[in-house]
T-cell receptor
């Protein structure tokens, strides 16, 4: 199993509050990703990083920001959580680019009430 | 924008039966991957196909990449309850000007004992 740890694994938060999800990897992979998974939509890319302090937007980046200050850590922040952001969030890593094989963490279940 | 369509969306069959899951697109992909996701976990890579017409076998699972590299299929022989899960296909490509994996919405497979 790829060494990917997501925290928290489960969180319930109120609308309008900021939320940060953390992804930590022990594989020293260059690329890190945040996806959300919703029924009927499959996996959708939120943001990804191709190095320390290097990030780019995915297809559903509105309302989310990311930071990567160290190779091993990639943070996803919901600036002001909304009910539409209730979802399962997956962190993933890869040694090569975004179009190649990626390894997923176990997911973070977020409920915004 | 490239799209991948998976069919069927849901399949429930008895143990011992055979089944085929399809992943189709109007776009050409350089490679295509199949993942399996079990409840409460992240997707795990099963196989990557890269050559048109390529066939790969993983025990009772047979994966085929179409000659034109626009479609792929997953055939399971003598399905077992352990095959239950969400099967996802993903192709390398572009979406919203970003180079990334293009994901199908998945096929939820249930194998009844």
């Amino acid at each position: 199993d790829a060494g990917i740890t997501q925290s928290p694994r489960h969180k319930v938060t109120e609308t309008g509050t900021p939320v940060t999800l953390r992804c930590h990897q022990t594989e020293n992979h260059r690329y890190m990703y945040w996806y959300r998974q919703d029924p009927g939509h499959g996996l959708r890319l939120i943001h990804y990083s191709y190095g320390v302090k290097d990030t780019d937007k995915g297809e559903v980046s509105d309302g989310y920001s990311v930071s990567r200050s160290k190779t091993e850590d990639f943070l996803l922040t919901l600036e002001s959580a909304t009910s539409s952001q209730t979802s399962v969030y997956f962190c993933a890593i890869s040694s090569t680019g975004p179009g190649n094989t990626i390894y997923f963490g176990e997911g973070s279940w977020l409920t915004v009430v | 924008t490239q799209l991948l369509e998976q069919s069927p969306q849901f399949l429930s069959i008895q143990e011992g039966e055979n089944l085929t899951v399809y992943c189709n697109s109007s776009s050409v992909f350089s490679s295509l991957q199949w993942y399996r996701q079990e409840p409460g976990e992240g997707p795990v890579l099963l196989v990557t196909v890269v050559t048109g017409g390529e066939v790969k076998k993983l025990k009772r699972l047979t994966f085929q990449f179409g000659d034109a590299r626009k479609d792929s299929s997953l055939h399971i022989t003598a399905a077992q309850p352990g095959d239950t899960g969400l099967y996802l296909c993903a192709g390398d490509g572009r979406k919203d000007s970003n180079y990334q994996l293009i994901w199908g919405a998945g096929t939820k497979l249930i194998i009844k004992p």
